[in-house]
């Protein structure tokens, strides 16, 4: 029996507690070995939009995440560079965790843009998804994976749904408060909020 290994892709930026929440709350409900960060180049929906750099990027990930043994950065997406696509990432950690069962960790939220992912239904055929509510956005629009999953697998993944509390914080909200001098205290790691002070990101 392979391991079971959740994926959760992002441009993290910053990464913050809902982030990390929703990994542990996915880990915990379906017995996950290990959830793999998988750190986004760029976006292909955020093309227009320049994060911070990958090296602060990946910095406040290692912070975030350092201190869970089940959790682990993956760069893969930051070495190709380019514009990052999920299948493209999915694949390669197929083929390097042969026999696995992979799961995509996903806010509801990502659902509305399902039909604009680059092969869904391969993407779907390769790992299962498994989404949580997010703050303000509440019951995940399951619809949205018909096109893309076989009815039975889908009823058992919604039965298997996680179910935790819905916590509204964004990287958006975030960069805003910081750049209007408020504070991001515990809304992201506290390494995290020190790291950000230190290198004075998106205060401009």
Same mark, same amino acid.
């Given at each position: ?5 959740? *994926? =959760? ?5 910053? *990464? ?48 975030? *995440?350092?201190?869970?043994?089940? =959790?682990? %950065?993956? /760069? ?15 694949? +390669? ?11 995509? /960790? ?19 055929? %390769?790992?299962?998804?498994? !989404? ?15 096109? &893309?999953?076989?009815?039975?697998? /889908? ?6 749904? !996680? ?6 914080? +964004? +990287? ?5 408060? *910081? ?6 205290? &515990?809304? !992201?790691? &506290?390494?995290?909020?020190? &790291?950000?002070?230190?290198?004075? /990101?998106?205060?401009?």
């Amino acid at each position: 029996m392979g391991d079971r290994i959740g *994926i =959760f892709g992002g441009s993290f930026d910053p *990464i913050h507690n809902g982030h990390l929440l929703l990994a542990e709350l996915c880990r915990e409900s379906l017995g996950l070995d290990k959830v793999l960060f998988l750190l986004a180049s760029v976006s292909p929906f955020k093309v227009d939009k320049q994060p911070a750099s990958n090296r602060d990027r990946t910095e406040m990930l290692r912070l975030a *995440i350092g201190g869970n043994r089940k =959790f682990e %950065l993956d /760069l893969r997406e930051i070495e190709r560079g380019g514009v990052s696509f999920t299948i493209d990432s999915v694949r +390669s950690i197929a083929e390097a965790n042969r026999g696995a069962e992979l799961f995509l /960790l996903m806010g509801a939220d990502a659902l509305a843009d399902i039909s604009k992912w680059r092969e869904p239904a391969e993407l779907f055929r %390769l790992v299962t998804p498994c !989404v949580i509510a997010r703050g303000g956005v509440g019951e995940p629009n399951w619809a949205a994976l018909d096109p &893309y999953i076989e009815h039975l697998r /889908l009823e058992e993944i919604i039965r298997n749904k !996680v179910v935790g509390p819905q916590i509204e914080i +964004s +990287s958006f909200d975030l960069r805003q408060r *910081i750049k209007q001098g408020k504070s991001v205290r &515990y809304q !992201v790691p &506290y390494a995290v909020e020190v &790291y950000l002070k230190e290198h004075s /990101l998106y205060c401009t």
